[in-house]
């Protein structure tokens, strides 16, 4: 199985513009990322998906393959299937370029063992929260799966709701996601359902349309940057380990 992994970076972040090209602990965050990414054995390739000639110039000259693509994609699995009809793969994982901590470890959990040629498949990482407070956080997403780990429902608010006892897990999104190719045109040519759009996540591209998708849990650190002041927390964390 021809696995390749992208990495999307955009420069034009609303909330952090940049953000790919921030520093941490004097190294570019998406160059963590990529030499996180090269770890995993079975990648034929890691390529860095970008519309910026900045990043694009900046990851050269670290080694890494750039593929430029489309200033005008909404969503990261938008960039992702438009590299999908540039290079050829059977499955094409998908590492956030804003998860500097992600390593090889938790990145292959969501890889299968192998792949059914007439069947979509989608699948992503979870993993636990840790402060009760990040519950409640709008800006982290609430995973709810079965027990074969189909995906239910995700939301911003805090789900399952604790009516009946207190006795669970919250579990948050992570930043890695493996599509096949039926999987990704699927996406582009389907359109947005009212529940993705009032929650603002693509997931729901498959399970408003009920194409299974999976998360698997994947028991990591994950600290997403999403701001500046992000940048102190996994420099803080990068220190200790």
Known sequence: ?????VIPARAESTRFPGKPLALILGKPMVQWVWEHCK????FSEVYVATDSEEIQRVCQAFGAHVVMTSPHHDTATERLYEVSTIIAADLYVMVNGDEPLLTEEAIVQCIPDHLEDDSLYVSNLMTD????????????????TD??????????????YPKGNMDYVYH???GVGAFNRRAL?????????????????DSFRFIENNVP?????????????????????????????
Do not use: W
């Open 39 to 42: 770890a995993v054995s079975c």
């Open 147 to 160: 027990q074969n780990h189909r995906c239910l429902f995700i939301s911003r608010s805090p789900i399952p």
């Open 213 to 241: 998708i999976y998360y698997y849990n994947c028991h990591c650190k994950s600290l997403s940057v999403d701001n500046r002041k992000d940048i102190q927390g996994v420099e803080t964390y990068l220190r200790q380990q």
């Open 129 to 144: 929260f840790e402060n009760p407070v990040e519950v409640v956080d709008a800006t982290n997403l609430k995973i709810v």
């Open 1 to 5: 199985m021809n696995i390749i992994c």
């Open 172 to 174: 948050k999104f992570v």
């Open 185 to 201: 045109h699927f996406y582009h040519t389907t359109p947005r359902g009212p529940i993705e759009k009032i929650e603002e996540n």
